[in-house]
C-alpha cells in the first residue's frame, strides 16, 4: 500500500550533537522527525517521536520503522544512521577475536554494520511505500568517518563496522541496484523522447538503419548516466577538516544538518562517499587514497 502521508526523517543514534542539529534543520523545513537511542532527549529539539532502541540488538530495528508508521501515520523518507560504538581494541587486536572478549566485536559490528543494514533494508521497504505523488525524497545516509579508507591504529574493530557499510552503501550506488525502481521523470523525459524519435525515424528507413539508430538512442542514455536520478539515494557522510584529515571529537552538528539537508532534497544520486568540510560543502579528497 502506497502511503502519501507526512514527510518524515528517521535519525537512528539520535544524540546531542548530530542528531539534534538534524532534527532542528528538518523539522524548519517541514518534517516530522522520529528520533531512535537508548536515552531520551534532554530538550525538545524538534523531534515528534522519540522511540528506545539498543542498536546493539539489530533484530529490533524494523520495530522501530513499524513503530514510526504507526505513530506518525506515514513512512520515513530520509533515515540517518547516526549511532556509533567505539572502544580502542586491545594492545593486541587479535584478541579482540577470543572467546573471552568477542561479544565486544559483536556488539560493535551490530551497531556500526548489521543495525545499519538492517535499516537500509527498512529504508528501501518505507521508501517503497511512498506514494509517487509523495515529494519527500528517499534518502539513505550512514555518518561515517575515514576508517573506510585508512587504518589507524586502536581502530580495528570500529574500521571493520564503517567499512561493511560503507562497502554496502558503495555497492548499492555503484550497481545501481535500485535504479530500475520508480525512475522519476527528469531523467525518462530524455530517454523516452529519443525512443520515440530513432522509432518513428526507422520506420521510414530501412533494417540496417536500425542497429545504428538504436545504438545511437541507446548511447545518448549512457552518455545523460551522469544525470540519472534514481528515487532511492544512499550516502556515506564523513566530515574532514579542509586538509582532509579526520575532523576527530570536532565533528559539527550544524555542519552535518546543512549537508544531510542538501542531499535529502537534491535530485540526483551524488557522490555516495560524500566527504565534505564545514562551510565548505562536498571535498573529493580521493588522492588520500582508499582500500
Ligand atoms: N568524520 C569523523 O571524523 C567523525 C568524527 C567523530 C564522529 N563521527 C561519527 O559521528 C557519529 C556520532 O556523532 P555525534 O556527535 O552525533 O555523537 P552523539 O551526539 O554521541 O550521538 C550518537 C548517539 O548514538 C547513540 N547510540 C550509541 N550507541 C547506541 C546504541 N547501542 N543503541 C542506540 N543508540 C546508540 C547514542 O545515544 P544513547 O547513548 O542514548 O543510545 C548517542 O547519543 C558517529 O557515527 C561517529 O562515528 C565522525
Known amino acids: 500500500m502506497t502511503s502519501s502521508g507526512p514527510k518524515i526523517i528517521l535519525i537512528l543514534g539520535a544524540g546531542p550533537n548530530i542528531g539534534a542539529a538534524l532534527a532542528k534543520a528538518f523539522s524548519a523545513k517541514g518534517y516530522q522527525v522520529a528520533s531512535a537511542s537508548r536515552t531520551p532527549p534532554k530538550n525538545n529539539d524538534g523531534a515528534a517521536l522519540h522511540i528506545p532502541v539498543d542498536l546493539t540488538k539489530p533484530d529490533t530495528v524494523p520495530?522501530?520503522?513499524?513503530?514510526?508508521?504507526?505513530?506518525?501515520?506515514?513512512?520515513?523518507?530520509?533515515?540517518?544512521?547516526?549511532?556509533?560504538?567505539?572502544?580502542?581494541?586491545?594492545?593486541d587486536p587479535l584478541s579482540l577475536f577470543a572467546p573471552e572478549s568477542i561479544q565486544t566485536y559483536h556488539d560493535s559490528q551490530s551497531v556500526n554494520a548489521t543495525s545499519a543494514l538492517v535499516s537500509l533494508h527498512e529504508a528501501v521497504k518505507s521508501f517503497r511505500n511512498l506514494a509517487a505523488s509523495n515529494d519527500a525524497s528517499k534518502t539513505f545516509i550512514f555518518t561515517g568517518n575515514m576508517l573506510n579508507l585508512k587504518t589507524l591504529k586502536g581502530m580495528l574493530n570500529f574500521g571493520l563496522g564503517?567499512?561493511?557499510?560503507?562497502?554496502?552503501?558503495?555497492?548499492?550506488?555503484?550497481?545501481?541496484?535500485?535504479?530500475?525502481?520508480?525512475?522519476?521523470?527528469?531523467?525518462?523525459?530524455p530517454f523516452f523522447f529519443f525512443f520515440f524519435f530513432f522509432f518513428f525515424l526507422f520506420s521510414f528507413s530501412s533494417l540496417g538503419s536500425l542497429s545504428i539508430l538504436s545504438e545511437a538512442a541507446l548511447n545518448k542514455r549512457s552518455q545523460t548516466d551522469h544525470s540519472y536520478a534514481p528515487d532511492k539515494r544512499f550516502y556515506y557522510a564523513d566530515e574532514r577538516n579542509a586538509d582532509g584529515l579526520p575532523v576527530g571529537n570536532a565533528v559539527s552538528g550544524p555542519a552535518a544538518a546543512e549537508e544531510y539537508l542538501k542531499l535529502a532534497e537534491q535530485e540526483e544520486q551524488g557522490p555516495w562517499l560524500y566527504t565534505f568540510v564545514k562551510g565548505e560543502g562536498y571535498k573529493d579528497f580521493e588522492t588520500h587514497g582508499r582500500l
Open 63 to 91: 520495530g522501530v520503522f513499524e513503530r514510526v508508521r504507526k505513530e506518525l501515520g506515514g513512512e520515513v523518507g530520509v533515515v540517518v544512521y547516526n549511532a556509533a560504538m567505539f572502544k580502542p581494541d586491545p594492545a
Open 162 to 189: 564503517k567499512t561493511s557499510t560503507a562497502y554496502a552503501i558503495r555497492y548499492l550506488v555503484e550497481n545501481k541496484i535500485y535504479a530500475a525502481e520508480g525512475v522519476s521523470t527528469y531523467t525518462s523525459i
